[in-house]
């Protein structure tokens, strides 16, 4: 017989130390005996960075901030430390050591011992040296394989927490509305639904690690006009409810999600910090969000600087707490003296700063900083010797086999076969001719957010930390037996053209060339993609399309292969090129995953997650456009793209057959059941993606022509065959009507059923009777898929 012992309660610890209270109660109990100083000082991050011998961290400066000093802020207290990881190239083990060393001077600092929160950025992987270089969001999206997206961000989550980091800076749910904006490569592609369910997925993986995840960027910045970084958002009500928001709400409904990041941009002149219908009335009082809200790096100063709407920093911070802001990054500015003495004035009532405090400390106290046990040493350090910091050197391992091959699967399941003449998989050519700026370019498969290419650059002494192997090497290995001759022809954005004779000489010498086009990753214009490297046109990058025309001429088959961050117009490659094989920034398993694609090692099973478009102009344009957003004959611009959402194509072949629908008429409060038959009929495996989408002929307010409601990967063996079924709700046909409130109508709808929306195999008509009906925030988002094998005979 054994005894249940209840944990004792010390009688003298305070009642916030209590872990039998709820988080709400602790944090009351604590703000109750904190002082107006103590309070705000929860409310800002102090961005530091950790030190390469293992001492404590040290504050960063940054281009845009004074130098802040640790020292006077601490006995006061600090509620988060930013990146101590991620602003310099450090030793994960010694990094984790230095951020052991200043959470315990923190907590000895301050009368209550409270340690800070660490975050750091996480968009493709935990962003420090040596981690996974994961694929960027876009790739996500091209999976069409939310399980997967979770598997990676659990293991990302696993790793911030092993080193003492606590909150992940990811995933950015902002739908691409314009191609041209920098920082598509950062989103997860240009439909709500898909962006909110992958979205959504990486968020569960993230939190089931412990992870604080963040949901960015709250909301509308990839509106901004002409896809220009922070430029003002000019989109209507409906759009931003029916295009923009449901990913998040998506996110908020099902994913346990404990942080949200407002956005830059301001929309109809309403900037996203200081909107409170948005943080506080929707956010929070309608879709019940009980998290935090931080600020954008340096947003809450930016209603002085750039928007406007204040003029003094204690303005900005009432505005940006009155909306609903309750921390302020990257670092202390407006939150410190601005609001202290805002609030000594009478302009900022202290019941704001008490309602920041306490969603922060709750947080706290859900991840165990409260509690008086709290131990700094986290659980990659745990029982080593930490007075030797020489020993702990390389003794944390933050890409490992099991990430590495978690980063190639997504990287295979993500590279979309755009066009093929029959050329691809490659068969054991004897000289292929490896040609384009990215053939020998090792951060051709990083996005802007990686380490190497977002910190890693400024550090060209610090070796990369992975391993990243060039689409060369990859293909040398993957065609062991071929000769391989490579030249760049051009470089990415620059204007030369002397080396694209050359590389076509090279090319008619060969049996097959492999073109690698594409972006290089950047900030703030040192790049062709990412955040502040926005386009003026579609147009590939620099002289790229000029290499490409000549090596169509050559008379040798041509093989697109593209590593980038957004969409290009490929001109006449779209007609003549041999194939296409389309990457998105693949992360650092990703040149394999290409040479497995070409070589046929590796099924193609991506599907685009933005169009690719006909030509360079004419955006903003995605596929979610209402009939006078399609070619029409009232404008000379055709928007038609030249390969269209959700498009891909395999190794085989599919055959859709046997469509069977319960019933062609339900209540607008109903559900229609269908069910249908996919086979493979080539000879070798390969993965359909199975996509439903819904078009609404006739509707109280405009609509898009169709749109994504539910799509499902159904994996065959050659000659296999599976029954897919499907239960969809009507609520899935709703839509913001003109009185702002979402409806489902009466009348008919169209279900389209295919690989692509452009390949509608299946249709279904059917009829919504019964009235219209409001719809709120419960209700259902999501198709019901099934997917059963059938036998050789069909059963």
């Given at each position: ?428 050519p004897a000289r292929i001719a490896l ?93 062709t993609s990412g955040e502040g490297c ?71 099973s991506g599907r685009l997650p933005v ?185």
């Open positions: 017989m054994t005894d249940t012992v209840a944990e004792e309660k010390d009688p003298a610890a305070p009642a916030w130390r209590d872990r039998t209270l709820a988080p709400a109660a602790r944090a009351d109990a604590l703000i109750a005996e904190m002082t107006l100083r103590e309070k705000v000082a929860q409310l800002f991050g102090v961005w530091v960075g950790a030190s390469a011998e293992g001492g404590e961290v040290a504050p960063y400066q940054h281009e845009m901030e004074e130098r802040t000093e640790l020292e006077p802020l601490l006995p006061h207290g600090l509620g988060q430390l930013t990146r101590p990881f991620g602003t310099a190239p450090v030793d994960p083990a010694l990094g984790a050591l230095s951020l052991l060393r200043t959470q315990r001077r923190i907590a000895a600092a301050n009368r209550f011992g409270i340690p800070a929160l660490a975050h750091e950025e996480c968009l493709a992987g935990f962003a420090t040296w040596g981690a996974t270089a994961y694929p960027v969001p876009l790739s996500w999206g091209a999976t069409f394989n939310p399980g997967l997206i979770r598997e990676m961000a659990e293991r990302i989550g696993r790793d911030l927490r092993s080193v003492g980091v606590h909150q992940g800076l990811a995933p950015v749910l902002d739908v691409v509305r314009d191609a041209r904006w920098g920082r598509v490569e950062e989103t997860i592609g240009e439909d709500p639904y898909l962006v909110g369910t992958v979205g959504t997925a990486y968020v569960q993986g993230l939190e089931s690690a412990g992870v604080v995840a963040t949901l960015k960027h709250f909301a509308g910045y990839s509106a901004s006009r002409a896809g220009r970084n922070l430029a003002p958002v000019g989109m209507g009500t409906r759009e931003r409810a029916d295009v923009i928001l449901p990913p998040f709400e998506m996110a908020i409904r099902e994913s346990g999600v404990r942080s949200v990041m407002h956005a830059y941009t301001d929309t109809d002149g309403v900037p996203a910090a200081a909107d409170e219908r948005l943080l506080t009335g929707l956010l929070r009082d309608t879709w019940g969000f009980t998290g935090t809200v931080v600020a954008d790096y340096f947003g809450i100063t930016f209603l002085k600087t750039l928007h406007g709407v204040a003029g003094t920093l204690g303005e900005a911070a009432g505005a940006a707490l009155a909306a609903g802001v309750d921390v302020e990054l990257p670092t202390v500015k407006a939150f410190g003296e601005p609001l202290l003495t805002a609030v000594a004035d009478g302009e900022v009532p202290e019941a704001l700063i008490d309602r920041a405090v306490r969603r922060v400390l709750v947080q706290k106290a859900q991840l165990g900083l409260l509690d008086d046990d709290w131990d700094a040493v986290p659980e990659a350090l745990a029982g080593a010797d930490l007075t030797d910091p020489r020993a702990l050197r390389g003794s944390v391992d933050l890409d490992g086999a099991a990430n590495r091959e978690v980063a190639g699967r997504i990287a295979e399941q993500s590279i979309v076969l755009l066009s093929n003449d029959g050329t691809l998989p490659l068969a054991a040609i384009g700026p990215n053939a020998e370019a090792p951060a051709a498969v990083l996005g802007c957010y990686a380490f190497p290419v977002h910190v890693g650059v400024r550090h060209p002494e610090v070796p990369v930390g992975i391993e990243l192997p060039t689409l060369r090497e990859a293909l040398a290995a993957e065609f062991a037996g071929s000769e391989i001759v490579t030249a760049a022809g051009t470089d990415i954005d620059g204007s030369a053209t002397g080396g694209i004779a050359e590389a076509t000489a090279l090319a008619r010498t060969a049996d097959v060339v492999v073109l690698a086009l594409g972006d290089r990753a950047g900030l703030f214009g040192r790049g926005d386009a003026e046109s579609l147009a590939l990058p620099g002289v790229q399309q000029d290499l490409l025309d000549a090596l169509l001429d050559a008379g040798v088959p041509v093989v697109v292969t593209l590593l980038a961050g957004r969409p290009y117009a490929l001109g006449r490659g779209v007609r003549e090129a041999a194939a296409i094989v389309q990457s998105f920034f693949p992360g650092e398993e990703g040149t394999r995953a290409i040479a497995g694609v070409l070589s046929g090692r590796v099924d193609p169009s690719v478009p006909r030509g360079p102009g004419g955006q903003p344009s995605t596929y979610l456009a209402a009939r006078l957003g399609q070619v029409s004959e009232v404008s000379s611009i055709d928007p038609t793209p030249a390969f269209g959402f959700g498009h891909g194509l395999t190794y085989t072949t599919f055959r859709w057959s046997d469509l069977d629908v319960d019933e062609l008429h339900t209540h607008t409060g109903g559900d229609v059941r269908l069910s249908f038959t996919v086979r493979n009929t080539g000879r070798r495996g390969g993965t359909e993606v199975a996509q439903v989408y819904l078009h609404d002929p006739v509707a109280s307010v405009v609509q898009p022509v169709q749109r994504l409601i539910g799509y499902q990967r159904v994996e065959l063996a050659a000659g296999a065959a599976a029954r897919v079924t499907l239960r969809i709700p009507a609520e899935l046909a709703g839509f913001t009507g003109r009185d702002g409130h979402r409806v489902v109508e009466p009348g008919a709808l169209e279900l389209r059923l295919g690989p692509s929306s452009t390949d509608a195999r299946l249709t279904v008509i059917l009829t919504l009777t019964g009235p219209a009906r409001r719809l709120d925030h419960t209700r259902r988002l999501h198709a019901d898929f099934g997917v059963t094998p059938l036998d050789s005979g069909g059963r």
